[in-house]
Every structure is written in C-alpha cells, then in structure tokens.
RNA sequence: GUCCCCAUCGUCUAGCCAGGUCUAGGACUCCAGCCUUUCAAGCUGGCAACACGGGUUCAAAUCCCGUUGGGGACACCA
C-alpha cells in the first residue's frame, strides 16, 4: 500500500454533527496528523440537497472547533477536488459505464414489482434472495428491446456467484464473506444518477485515499465497494472499520422519539438538563439538536474541545492500561489503529464530564475567566462591554470556585455575585432553614451585622478572625451563625468559604444584603 | 430469515495475537469513613467482571468448537 497517508471523513450534511460522526472524523484526522498524510473533508451530498449550506455549516463548525481541521475540502481547496459528490456525477456515470464496457456490471430492466415477487418467492422459500438476472441486458439488442416494451433501466454490479471475498481489516484483522452473499447491487438508477458504493469507491480513489477509515455498519458494505474498485482496476486501501458508539440510538436521522428513549438515562439525562439550565439562564436558543448527541451542545454550554477530543479519543481507543490525560498533540503521536477496539463503546456522560473538569481545572484563571465571561454577557449580568470591575470581581469568583466550575457555563450558578443586591433571590428551603425556624438567628444576624460594619480590614482572614471572636464571646457554634449569613448574602444553602464569598461582595454589597434578609425575616414574622 | 461482526466489573478499558508472573490491573460511578462553616474537591477503604458449555494443554480471560446474547448488512438511502 504505497503513496502517501490520506484519509477522509465523508460526511452527509444532515444539519447537525453527530457524537459518533465526531469520532469517526477524529479518527481519522489523528491517523493522518500522526503520520504526516492528509486529512480531506468531503461532502457525500446529493443532487437534491437542499439548504446545502444550512445542513453543512453545524458540521464544518464542529470540526473547527474540535480543532479537527482538514487539508482539502470545502473552504480549504485542494488537488482532488470538487469535494462535494454531487459534483462529482461526471466521473461516477463514467465509472458505471466502464464497468459495463469490463462485463463486470449490466443494465437490467426489471420492475420494482417483478423484483419484489422474486424477493417474496426466495423469502416463502427460506432461501437467500439472488437476483436471477432475467431481465439483463446482455446486448444492445436486449437494451432496444426491453426499452421498446416500455422498461426503463439500471446498471447493476455483476457480482461473482462463487468464491470468497477476503480482506484484512486494520482494526479486525482478515474477513471473509462468500461473494454469493452480495446481491447484484444498483450503482445507476433509471435517471442516470449513481449511488453511493459507486459514487464512494470512485471518490475515495480519485482523491488518493489510502486509508478508508469508518464505522462499523460498513463493514458489510465492503466486498461490493472492493468488487468495484477491483473491477475498475483501483489499487485498494486499507479499510479499518471502527466500532459503534453505542450512544442511545443509531447513527440514523434523530427523532424527537429516540431522544426522548436516551433521555431515560439518569446521566444522560442529568447533561442534557444542566446544559439546558445554562442555556435558559444565558438566553442560548434551545432546538431539538440541543442534546448531548450533537457536538454543538457542548460548544454551547461551554465545554473546552480538547476535553471532547480526549474523550472521544477513549471510546474505542486506549494507549495502555492506565493513561487517560492527553492533549490533541499527545493524541495524534501516540493513535494507531492497532490499539483501537472491536467491541462498541458507549458514552459515559459523567466520565466526559469528569475529563472536561481536568482540563477546565489545568487552565490558568485567567483563561477561565476568558472562557466564563460570555456566559455572564449573555445573561446580562455584566455590562456590555464589562467594566474592570466586573472583569476584576469575575477573576475572584473563578479563583474561589476553583473546581466547581466543570464547564464554562457553570459560572451562572454564581450569577448571585453580579445581582444588584436587591435583586437577589431567596431560596426558599434555606431560607426558612437557617433564618426562619432557628429562633436566634435574626438577633444573631443584627449583631452579626453590627461587627461586620466595623471590622477593619474586609479580607477573608480578618473577617474569619472576627466570626471566631464573635461566636467565642457568646458561646456559640460556628454553625449557628455562619448559615444564617451565607443564606442573607447569597441566598443559597450552598456555596464557596464564607469568608472569601464576603471578601469577594465586598463590606457595602454584604450590609445591604443582611439588611434585607433582615427585612424579609422582619416581614415574615 | 440469511450473511458478517462483537462479547473482561454498572460504564470506559488493560491483559488475548507470542497460554503460566491474573486469588484479573487502572479509570468513572456507587458505598463507608476521614477532613469540614455548606457544597465541591481531597484522603483512606470497600462493592463489583473474564456470557455459558465443551475441547486442546501439566496449565486457558488468553487457543479451537458450539450455544446464548448484542450489533450491523441484505434499497433505484448515505
């Protein structure tokens, strides 16, 4: 198999990218990238597209943004184009006549009716379905005189009836399928135009792919797509054909009724719901693509690519028993086809988010804070553009989330910090939890409130110290104070040390939110 | 239905090709404990798998056969 390493990634423009579509693409790109080939991006659209743009353009941004970038294809040129297949038309008819001319397909003027009674009478017979091929066109003669009956007709493969198709696969090794088993398969419809296995083994040999690297379900397909480049005397590539991503569903068209079936799933369930909460809160447009099947959910929420890519790259793949952290770079050095999986892999929403925390945790804060700061723009919780206090008050809350914020969107369940302090919601169970009910917690508070106008230096350290004093004065747990105020400055049970969260409002926003708890319990008393 | 592919903890996987070092290793989840002002994190410990049945062999997760289960392909879809 000399000449250069070239790979493809041959996607439909269907409107969206798919999670197991993403792998097949990374898959590909690392083999390239890793061994100094290229890597093409070719559209297998058809004639009837329409909206091409619209269908193509979730794709393209998906890979760009996974950083999954492509040497030839749409926006980036090349050699081998056009690499769209519908353009492609010319070549694929041409091919198909070649075949006719080699004997090694025929133009057949069956019926759909006459075939499906063939079909049904193999079917009530138990047996296999072959074509009987009573309506090949041997002749030109034969051609004149079923079109003379009013037939319209097709080229089909002239599959071989004996004999054994072998092949090596890069990733299962040597296959083998009785040619008998391959149907004489249509590769030219009544109108003229072609389809895929022709139009793909025509394609991938035209632009001088040397490895055909692809999902499992074509497998099958690959005796009639080896059939026609052997045919045509193409030299052939190496087929690796990856496991499925056994996410829930094929890789079929998404139906509102399937995403409801993977929605069952806590986990998967569990992703969809943050990232929609992220979505509400930031005014991001929610579709019915918006689920963790489509890569752009991820881009939206805010997970980092290389965390995907890291991921996605161990869902069939594995360097050694224990190394999981890699950076693209690292991935495209040590991928090899050899180490990837037979068996189907499934996605694990809690171990991608697990990988997304490492690699949100190992950036620096202020990428963090780069990475966050749309968020709150798109919420409108910063002015537009945001002040340098903002920015700056920002950088302390990223700094005091530390890990909590996994991807970028988790920074809005912060938004408590950048709501004007009358704007702060209560929530209600911690509210009557740690106000309400304790009998001297609003008395607690008032004092409380009486030290914090007066203490000197308004800094975590200093503010801890003068907690401490005040509980030890009056006897009192930590406990018994420290709820009642983290409920009046954020109005949440949960959150970051008290005493960074008091440092980080600040003495002014921290009165003025005790003062109006203090209200709010005054009112409910 | 026919053909093809696949099968290690709940999940992702290492080990399988070159059988012994595997009372099967790692990671995620889960559980318990520690830490602790809440949450998250962290630390310690724990539960948990070679689908089943035969065979080959001194020895099988590893090799062979069968069974079962899962997936895919069998379109004038891609």
Redesign the pocket.
């Given at each position: 198999m000399p000449g250069p390493i070239r790979t493809r990634f041959a996607p439909?423009p269907t409107g969206y990218l798919h999670i197991g579509g993403v792998r097949t693409a990374l898959f590909n790109w690392l083999f390239a990238r890793g061994r100094g080939g290229a890597f093409v991006l070719r559209i297998?659209?058809?004639d009837v597209e329409r909206n091409l743009e619209e269908a193509l353009q979730p794709i393209v941004d998906g890979l760009r943004w996974l950083g999954v970038d492509w040497d030839e294809g749409p926006g980036a040129g090349g050699d081998h184009g056009p690499y769209f297949?519908s353009q492609r038309a010319d070549s694929h008819r041409a091919a198909a006549a070649r075949l006719v001319e080699r004997g090694h397909a025929y133009w057949d003027y069956?019926?759909?009716e006459e075939?499906a009674a063939e079909?049904e009478t193999a079917r009530t017979q138990?047996r296999?379905?072959l074509y009987s091929r009573r309506f090949r066109a041997e002749t030109p003669a034969d051609r004149e005189r079923f079109e003379a009956e009013g037939r319209?007709g097709?080229v089909r493969l002239l599959m071989p009836r004996e004999g054994t198709c072998r092949f090596t696969d890069a990733v299962?090794?040597e296959?083998?399928?009785?040619w008998a088993?391959e149907?004489d398969?249509?590769i030219q419809?009544?109108?003229g135009?072609c389809?895929?296995?022709l139009a793909s083994a025509v394609d991938d040999h035209q632009m001088a792919i040397s490895h055909v690297i692809r999902a499992?379900?074509?497998?099958?397909?690959t005796p009639r797509q080896i059939f026609i480049m052997e045919s045509l005397g193409y030299e052939l590539p190496v087929f690796a054909h990856l496991?499925?991503v056994?996410e829930p569903g094929?890789s079929k068209k998404l139906s509102k009724r399937k995403l409801a079936r993977y929605l069952q799933h806590d986990d998967f369930r569990a992703l969809a719901e943050r990232g929609e909460s992220i979505a509400r809160t930031a005014g991001i447009e929610v579709d019915d693509t918006f689920n963790p099947v489509i890569v752009d959910f991820y881009r939206k929420v805010g997970f980092l690519p290389e965390a995907l890519v890291n991921y996605l790259a161990?869902?069939?793949?594995?360097l050694?028993?224990?190394t999981?952290d890699f950076t693209p770079d690292e991935l495209v050095q040590s991928f090899s086809l050899e180490?990837v999986?037979?068996?189907?892999?499934?996605l694990?929403p809690?171990?991608l988010l697990?990988f997304q925390g490492r690699h949100m945790a190992a950036r620096p804060v202020e990428e963090r804070v780069e990475l966050t700061l749309p968020f709150l723009r798109l919420a409108e919780l910063v002015a537009e553009p945001p002040s340098e206090a903002e920015v700056d008050r920002l950088r302390r809350v990223v700094e005091a989330a530390?890990?909590?914020i996994v991807v970028a969107g988790d920074i809005l369940d912060y938004a408590d910090f950048f709501l004007p302090d009358h704007e702060l919601p209560y929530d209600e169970k911690a509210f009557e939890k740690r106000l309400v009910k304790p009998e001297e917690a609003g008395d607690l508070l008032r004092r409380f409130r009486i030290e914090l106008g007066e203490v000197e230096a308004f800094d975590a350290v200093a503010l801890?110290r003068g907690m401490r004093a005040f509980t030890e004065a009056r006897g009192i747990k930590?406990?018994q104070i420290?709820?009642a105020v983290?409920v009046a400055v954020t109005g949440k049970?949960?959150?970051?040390?008290?005493?960074e969260t008091l440092e980080i409002l600040g003495r002014e926003s921290c009165l003025a939110r005790i003062d109006r708890a203090l209200a709010e319990l005054e009112a409910r008393r």
């Open positions: 439909s297998d659209d058809t297949q069956a019926t759909p075939l079909r138990g296999r379905f319209s097709v299962r090794g296959v083998e399928v009785e088993a149907q398969h249509v419809r009544g109108d135009s389809l895929y296995h499992e379900e074509h497998l099958s397909n496991p499925f056994a094929s161990l869902l069939g793949w594995s050694d028993d224990k999981e180490r999986n037979r068996a189907p892999a499934s694990d809690q171990k697990v530390g890990d909590r801890e930590l406990g420290i709820h983290r049970a949960v959150g970051f040390g008290m005493f």
